[in-house]
């Protein structure tokens, strides 16, 4: 079974348009984050939910958005896409109190043309 | 501010030993943790350090100084599929979110 899990896996589209990438956990996880990681593999933290409250929201554009329907879900909804967007986004999640151990989804690979 | 410096890359042969530094500025600090990424992958855990001294797992150890703010990977008895990029990342002073160092690409040759 898949611990952490996002789609879609690749993602192209069009300068201007709106798109969602969705994140799944099924390990009972109390947080969960976006990362963004730029073509030098720079990580970055964009967001973190925990117990479906935004906790921390990097200074990111307000283009980005989390949504958090469930503790086991955090989709990450993007107006508007812009050039500089195109990156790999990684939802992660991790126990309550051990931020320092964070499980990785398998990565969504946007491409803005 | 926060930031994590490490070198950004690292040559070894297999069955060779190879350590990777990570020197950190925090405005809090609770720990160092490793992260190793596959070309094409996703970020995976390999250890945390709160406390002073050596971890060991296996072919990795990890190893934290608090009063050196000094960390460093051990990996010993190189694979090849050991070739890939790793992280060193702390905890913001919130505690609430990870600030990852700029990656070592590590490429193990025969």
């Known amino acids: 079974d898949t611990a952490v899990s996002q789609t879609p896996k690749y993602l192209v589209t069009q300068m201007g348009n709106d798109k969602s990438i969705k994140c799944e956990q099924n390990l009972g996880h109390d947080t969960m984050y976006w990362y963004k990681q730029d073509s030098k593999k720079f990580l970055k933290i964009m967001f973190s939910?925990?117990?479906?409250?935004?906790?921390i929201n990097e200074t990111v554009p307000n283009r980005f958005s989390p949504k958090s329907p469930d503790k086991a879900h955090l989709n990450l909804h993007i107006n508007s896409l812009e050039l500089g967007d195109s990156a790999v986004y990684f939802c992660?999640?991790?126990?309550?109190?051990?931020?320092?151990?964070?499980?990785f989804g398998p990565g969504t690979r946007l491409l803005v043309l | 501010g926060q930031s994590l410096e490490q070198p950004s890359e690292v040559t070894a042969v297999e069955g060779a030993i190879v350590q990777i530094n990570c020197t950190y500025q925090t405005s809090g600090f609770y720990g160092l943790s490793w992260y190793q990424q596959h070309d094409g992958g996703a970020p995976t855990f390999l250890s945390y350090n709160a406390l002073d001294g050596l971890e060991e797992t296996g072919r990795f150890s990890s190893f934290l100084s608090r009063s050196d703010s000094y960390g460093y990977l051990l990996l010993q008895e190189l694979q090849m599929k050991d070739s890939a990029s790793y992280f060193c990342a702390a905890l913001n002073q919130a505690g609430t979110a990870l600030i990852f160092g700029k990656g070592t690409t590590l490429s193990v040759s025969s």
């Open positions: 992660a999640s991790s126990p309550g109190d051990s931020g320092e151990t964070q499980y």
């Open positions: 939910y925990n117990n479906k409250e935004l906790i």
